[in-house]
Each structure stands twice: as C-alpha cells, then as structure tokens.
C-alpha cells in the first residue's frame, strides 16, 4: 500500500524500478523460450545423407578441341528458346569473370534497360 503522506518522487521511482523489472523477467522469459524452441527445432531435423559414390567414372572437362554434345544441345535449345528462330552453335567460348565494377555496372544497365517478352 502506498502512503499519500510519502515523497511522489519516491513513489515514482519505486514504480519506475518496479515496470523496468517486470519487463527484464519479461525478456528474458521470453529469450529463454525462443533459445528452447531453437534448441528443439535441431533435434527434429533430419540428418544429412551422404552422397553415394556414382556408378560411372567422372570425365575430365572437354578441352577447345573437343565440346560435349550435351552442352552443345543445351546451348543450342537455349539460343532457340530466347531468341525464337532456329540457331546453329558453331563455335563456343568459355567467359571469365572480369574485375572491376565499373563492367559490372554497365553489364547491369545494360541489362535493365532491356525489355522482357511476356
């Protein structure tokens, strides 16, 4: 029970630590729960499964002589796919990554400034 013959000063001051630590148990109730629900989400989830060695032997990449014929029938379907006429791959050159931002950033204007069919 409050005293009304008491300083407010006091008063407020006692409600003030009062409501700042209710809402610290508060917190970390609810920290402690999150933690828990974290906890419990892995030991529900399934363990990895290991690969399984392949029956056949890798190939080694194709050099510049020699290009798979899959590779070539995949970029051939694709040339078709997106610009709508027949295509013929006679030749393919592999790209590398340049430095710099500065051919990033006219590689992403130009491609913005492209319209897409729908």
């Known amino acids: 029970m409050i005293d009304p013959t008491a300083d407010p000063l006091l008063i407020g001051l006692q409600i003030t630590i009062t409501g700042v630590t209710i809402v610290f148990i ?3 109730i609810v920290a402690i729960t999150l933690s828990a629900l974290s906890a419990s989400q892995r030991l529900f989830r399934p363990k990895p499964v290991e690969p399984a060695t ?3 032997p890798p190939q080694p ?3 510049a002589d020699q290009l798979d014929p899959q590779l070539i029938a ?3 379907a694709a040339a078709v796919a997106t610009l709508q006429q027949p295509v ?3 030749r393919v050159r592999y790209y590398r990554q340049p430095s ?3 051919t ?3 590689r992403v204007s130009v491609m913005a400034s492209r319209q897409l069919r729908r």
């Open 26 to 28: 508060v917190l970390a």
């Open 54 to 56: 392949p029956a056949t």
């Open 61 to 63: 990449p194709a050099t």
């Open 74 to 76: 995949v970029l051939t």
């Open 88 to 90: 013929r791959v006679l």
């Open 100 to 102: 710099g931002m500065w």
């Open 104 to 106: 990033r950033l006219g």
